[in-house]
């Protein structure tokens, strides 16, 4: 089965999956919603997002990652760098209704605050109706960390070299997922003991 | 899966039966906050204050956000009763289940008559006595918030109201227009109390109040272990509690704030609690509500002074017709302040577990680390679970790390705990026990103890 790659560039998407497959959403520096409707079984779905943030760009992101049907798969992956007086304000749901069971739905969000001026909200929602599921989500927020900095200095980067770097590394995260994803197939999930 | 066995449930709840001398009727107005205060001769500046908050009460409306509250009557809530001294009911009179529930919980024989309202009994007067004695000896105030306010009025007005003022929120202003009843502790500078203080220690006044108001100062390098509520369940009659306590906490000072709470599962507990830690000050709060119909709580720390640290550990535990709405909020105001929440929570038979934390690094708190764990258990296919955190961080030299987790008893663990010799039972006990063991085993031995005894007895589904 195919891949599906949707990027999306306006505000306010909402997109309903009804048929099953692999579907990978990316969006970088938009501000609404972004909603996905999981409606069949055995959708694989994957939400990206890069927030790369200077000046006094101000970003507010809403993404729902709502599962309607049993045996599907959801991941969102937000990261976002902000630097200057630049602010993110980011607020991601799951929500399992009760009928989806042996759903897995997963959220990371991780940014990295390079400027005093600079502000990040992140507010990651559970709202599990189902029990036989599996839900995490994960949210880290900080600087780049001094001993990585120390690190490449030793090596004879300059503080602003290292810091470069480590942004770079940190976006890359993002493409190397999306190069992953591109790479790696589809993989059927096994629904053996759904409860009526 | 036979899950459904475990049970907080009211069904060992019971009513004292209450001696009133005098009762302020149904509803609140201008006129009954005038004659509460009057009743209890307070001064001039507790009555101004009673009534400001009245008129906020009046205007504020109901939380939008948050637990379902539409169906409060505030017209059908008795704001004040003022009890007999000394209540008289007999041990012998309670049901035979009650007894039992409590010997097979292992509460102890002084407490048991106390949680039944035999509170003229004579051992516990003893205990109390000398636990009074040990504490004046070390200039501890340990008195209920009535008396505070006539033996110590420069110290109630000092505080009251300075953390939590009426205008934080609808019900912080209702506590603060009727409140009656609470602790008043005050830790003189570097005296450290030993025994945890327990509100049934308390026995010249009502331990359990509708709109209590506690107030905790702990003195530079002072520390102190405050305990309320019981692993037995309490039986309110009236069906709204509104509690608000506030805790300051001076440089190097160390207080604990321990919760059991059991309310019985008609009653709305929505109690506001905050603490103010300065410098080096450490706060914990843990936080367990397995009762009450609806809970909204999420004690606070402002973490005011370079150096405090402030720890949230809660259980909530919804069953039938419950939602447990609980939290933690921790701001961080100074640099170099560290703050831990970790939630566990469990729900089952269409009960419904919420955690909502809110999360702030002001600009000035440099090099401040924050860590959030919430872990919710599902014991079945018709409850519910939620995490609504919300992080703010306006500081880049800070380190703010969130995590969760959802899921259901495995039945591979199940089975493999049955393979070896274990009944279903026994481990899903074990299970559930060893879900809450890391908040468990911050609660004192006793409680901790009850507390395991009680998910023990409920997985039974059989008391006495």
Redesign the interface.
């Known amino acids: 089965m195919k891949t599906t790659f949707i990027q999306i560039a306006r505000e306010n998407s909402y997109l309903v999956i009804d048929t099953p497959g692999k579907y990978v959403v990316f969006f970088s520096n938009i501000s609404g919603t972004v909603s996905c409707r999981i409606a069949a079984e055995h959708v694989e779905l994957y939400l990206v997002g890069l927030y790369d943030m200077k000046k006094n760009e101000k970003y507010s992101i809403r993404t729902e990652q709502i599962h309607v049907a049993p045996c599907s798969f959801s991941d969102l992956y937000i990261l976002s760098v902000a630097d200057n007086s630049s602010s993110l304000n980011f607020s991601g749901l799951i929500r399992i209704e009760?009928k989806a069971?042996q759903s897995h739905a997963y959220q990371k969000n991780q940014?990295l605050?390079?400027?005093?001026?600079?502000?990040?909200?992140?507010?990651?929602?559970?709202?599990?109706?189902?029990?036989?599921?599996?839900?995490?989500?994960?949210?880290?927020?900080?600087?780049i960390s001094k001993p990585q900095l120390s690190y490449l200095q030793m090596r004879g980067l300059s503080l602003q070299e290292a810091t470069t770097l480590s942004v770079a590394g940190f976006k890359q995260l993002v493409y190397d997922r999306l190069e992953k994803l591109k790479s790696t197939s589809y993989k059927i999930h096994t629904c053996s003991t759904l409860?009526k | 899966m036979k899950t459904k066995k475990i049970n907080f449930g009211y069904k060992y709840g019971f009513s004292v039966k209450n001696k009133n001398v005098f009762t302020a009727g149904k509803g609140l107005s201008e006129e009954k906050v005038r004659m509460i205060s009057h009743m209890k001769q307070e001064p001039e500046w507790m009555l101004n204050k009673r009534l400001q908050a009245y008129h906020f009460f009046q205007k504020e409306k109901m939380p939008s956000w948050g637990a379902d509250l539409s169906k409060i009557n505030f017209d059908d809530i008795t704001y004040f009763i003022r009890s007999t001294d000394k209540q008289v009911n007999s041990w012998d009179d309670l049901p035979k289940e009650i007894k039992d529930t409590y010997d097979r919980i292992g509460v102890p024989e002084a407490e048991k008559k106390f949680l039944s309202g035999v509170s003229a009994q004579y051992e516990s007067e003893v205990i109390y006595e000398k636990v009074q004695e040990t504490l004046v000896k070390q200039g501890v105030i340990f008195c209920d918030m009535d008396t505070a306010l006539k033996k110590y009025p420069e110290i109630v007005g000092e505080y009251f109201g300075t953390l939590i003022p009426y205008s934080d929120n609808k019900f912080a202003a209702l506590n603060t227009s009727v409140w009656s009843g609470g602790s008043f502790v005050y830790i003189p500078k570097n005296v450290k109390v030993a025994l945890p203080l327990q509100a049934y220690f308390r026995m010249n006044a009502q331990a359990f109040g509708q709109f209590e108001r506690t107030l905790i100062i702990a003195e530079t390098g002072s520390s102190v272990h405050y305990i309320e509520g019981c692993t037995a369940p309490i039986y309110a009659r009236d069906s709204l509690h509104s509690a608000v306590v506030e805790i300051f906490v001076k440089e190097g000072a160390r207080v604990r704030y321990t919760t059991v709470q059991n309310w019985s599962k008609n009653v709305y507990n929505l109690v506001t609690k905050r603490a103010r830690a300065d410098k080096n000050a450490v706060v914990e709060w843990i936080d367990c509500n397995l009762g009450s119909q609806i809970t909204m709580k999420y004690p606070a720390v402002y973490l005011m002074g370079d150096g405090a640290r402030g720890e949230v550990l809660s259980i909530a535990f919804a069953g039938s017709g419950q939602h447990q709405d609980a939290g933690a909020k921790m701001i961080h105001f100074a640099p170099n302040t560290s703050s831990r929440i970790v939630s566990k929570s469990i729900s089952k038979e269409g009960g419904r577990a919420s955690y909502r934390g809110l999360i702030q690094v002001m600009p000035q708190a440099t090099n401040s680390s924050v860590f959030v764990s919430c872990d919710a258990l599902l014991l079945d296919e018709t409850s519910r679970s939620d995490t609504y955190p919300t992080m703010r961080i306006k500081n880049n030299e800070s380190i703010v790390q969130h995590e969760a987790t959802v899921e259901k008893i495995g039945e591979e663990k199940l089975l493999y705990l049955m393979a070896r010799g274990l009944s279903r039972i026994d481990a899903e006990t074990a299970f559930v026990n060893g879900f809450i063991e890391p908040v468990v085993k911050e609660i004192p031995l006793e409680y901790s103890v009850e507390l395991n005894r009680l998910i023990r007895l409920e997985m039974e589904g059989s008391v006495g």
């Not at chain 1, 559970?126 to 995490?136: H, K, M, P, R, S």
Request: aromatic content about 6%; glycine content about 6%.
């Open positions: 009760k069971q940014n605050i390079l400027s005093p001026s600079a502000f990040v909200s992140s507010s990651p929602i559970l709202e599990i109706l189902a029990d036989d599921v599996f839900c995490t989500h994960g949210s880290t927020s900080g600087p409860k």
